[in-house]
């Protein structure tokens, strides 16, 4: 049981192994909207004899208790709400308990709750208690036996955890489940779904000779929306076979489809539990991207069952050994599938718009943390994606076949345990024979890395030198210094005529080929007597998460886009460039200059993948610009984002219309990767378009069947303010007004209309039956579009922006504390505004003082301000 210090904080140091195993639960659900009992038999082993046997149980209101078969006196046990003590236990023994729990007002969706005809149960990471009383540690893992009871009218399906063993009728109407699970599985991984629900299926033979059947459920009417993510379950499960060797362990795989979900999805041993926008998709209510997203999820989920469940945690601090590493796998698992290149930038914009600034402000902390107050908190984009990076930078250090080899061992080293991050090293030090110890300090240190680079040539000599400093920020609670990281850094160099150097460096760094190693604070990279003033490129495939700093002129940025031969590497160089020219200064003309020629020679250029070519004209979002400049004025880098689009626009108006009108055939349907590249490079033409002419959007929106194209279009209409954009939203306001998900795509363009007084309109849907706080996915659509991706309303200059998101972030406390402590964590980089703006934010964080009650939302709240 994790002890809290007097400072309120758990911490990874005072880690304590259970001293009561629990080798078996058997629960027996009585489900009810209102009052649903659970009957708990809990076999219970001392593991350090004398300890005190205690329970976590949240808010459970205790109905009976037995200890083998005798019922327990008052004196032999306290129960205060969050713990159950049992008093004089000493042996091997069996406790029964039974408590009523109210799935119906249970609005923080953690525990068993209520959604639409469903109830269904999210326990990661400590809501099982909230259920009945267990040990509610990942390292305590029970195998389980369910039975679920309910009247058959309202819940004909009932779906736990494990294979289905039995069912029968009962009296009144009422009906029963068996399920078992045999798999050793903590609580966290608990799961139950019931209700009026129906399925697509398909049952396949596993690589060992298993018959599974798999099924995707969903109230009746959406279940035909679900065979996308059936065909992502079976490719994401024969991915897992081939690439890792890891096959599915039970008869049954569900999936359970939810329209109110805190997070995206839940791997639940055997019943994952998903967001329904991770799982409803057709092509005329989803788009490409939601499509290659819900089999990305559905992939993440799945590659659990091995990456986190056959192999779980020890503790709430490695939760990047499962997060981390199923990143990483999930995106393996899309780039063997698709394009490795477009999934590379994917990450990239992700990691280096959102992580990085994460990892600059007041939220900072070490992927696996060394203390926490509400873990909830942790589920973040460094402990996720920095953390996938990680096992990114230890493929590169190991080599593929030594990590293939490490995965391998890590997985069959720690079969049906609870891991920690060292079982992990351990395995792949032992796969690769390298010391590992190194490496571990990524995880301990916070902060993204900075690489300075700089060049030297003597021209008496020919000799080329380039020097690497790597530095480590401060970061809260870690003031540094810091030790250095070893690095996988690739590189070329250049040539005059664009031809690659072959020469190796004179350098103390190890180099295999073009991968650098940096170990030390500083390394010096000799080429004696070159000859020539070479053009070196770094970080290809963005080998590293390091910021970079090297001084490119534009034009060398341009010409490394045409050498480079690896798409992501000539993506990013023309990110830079688009940087330069929204943020630089003496640069900033010639940036554009470059970007216009290149992009212009991308869009003449028929060979080119389309997808690829919309890459490259999505300029750096807000957020990349953002992390780019020391002092964040948010109008002035819309403004200047805004006039670099308007500028390019113009100039390429001509090549913008005749690849629009070229794909027009190509992108008509389907969701073969041609078709949906079509349809990514028409609307990114549409939408540089739109900055001259909304003629073409109304046109699209008009005539398309798809979702991609009609929501691409809607989006211009709005945002330019088009003639017709009123007639439009309420044309496809009233086609979808019956689909929650589709409802939240017109709400999301409503909300980041890139103007001040979008605002307005955001209190308009706050006044409007289309508001429903206690519903995550519109709370996002609504209040996350506006504080993540409406800046120039979120930083109104009068601070009405930063109020709002205050206010309803104190509103929403009480419904869903994660909900609103996600919001809250918009403010994350207050403190490098533009002045005025700090001021505001700094007084609406200060108004929240008084009026945050919990955990969740106190914990965010007193980082941010600290
Ligand atoms: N384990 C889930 C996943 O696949 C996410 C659970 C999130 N839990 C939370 N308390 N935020 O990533
Ligand atoms: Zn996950």
Redesign the pocket.
Known sequence: MPVRRDDGHVYLADYQPPAWRIPHADLRFDLDPDATEVEARLRLEPARPGEPLLLDGEDLELLAIELDGQPLPPERYDYDGQRLCVHGVAAACELRTRVRIRPAANTRLEGLYRSGSLLLTQC??EGFRRITFLADRPDVMPTWRITLRAERRAYPVLLANGNPVGSRELEGGRHEAVWENPHPTPGYLFAIAAGPLARVSTTLTTAEGRRVELNVWAEAGDVERCRYALGAVERALRWDEQRFGRCYDLDVFNIVAAQDF??????NKGLNIFNARYILADEATATDTDFLAIESVVA??YL?NWSGNRVTLRDWFQLSLK?GL?VYRDSEFSADLHSRALKRIEVVRLLRGRQFAEDAGPLAHPVRPQRYREI?NF?TLTVYEKGAELIRVLQALVGDEAFQAGMARYFADNDGRAATLEDFLAAHAAASGRDLSDFARWYAQAGTPELRISASFDEASGDYALEIIQSQPATPGQPGPKAPLPIPLRFALYGPAGQRVGAAPQTDAPVRGDLLELREARHVLRWPGLGFQPLPAFNQGFSAPVRLRFDYTPAQLATLARWEADPFSRWDLLQQLAVQAITGTDARVAATEALREVLAGLLADDGADPAFVAECLALPDFDTLAEAVPVVDPQALAGARESLLATLAAALEQPLRQRYAALAAAAGGGLQASAMAARALRNACLDWLGHLDTVPAQTQFDATATMTERLAALRVLLHRQAPGAEAALAAFRERFAGDPLVTDKWIGLVATRPAADALADVQWLLASPWWKPANPNRVRAVLGNLSRGNPLAFHRLDGAGHRLIADQVAAIDPINP?VAARLLGAFEGWRRLRSGLRESAEAALASLQDRLASADGRDLLDRLRA
Do not use: F, L
């Open positions: 990661e990471s805190t997070m995206g999805a839940m791997e993440h989920e659990h997060e199923t909830s589920y994660q």
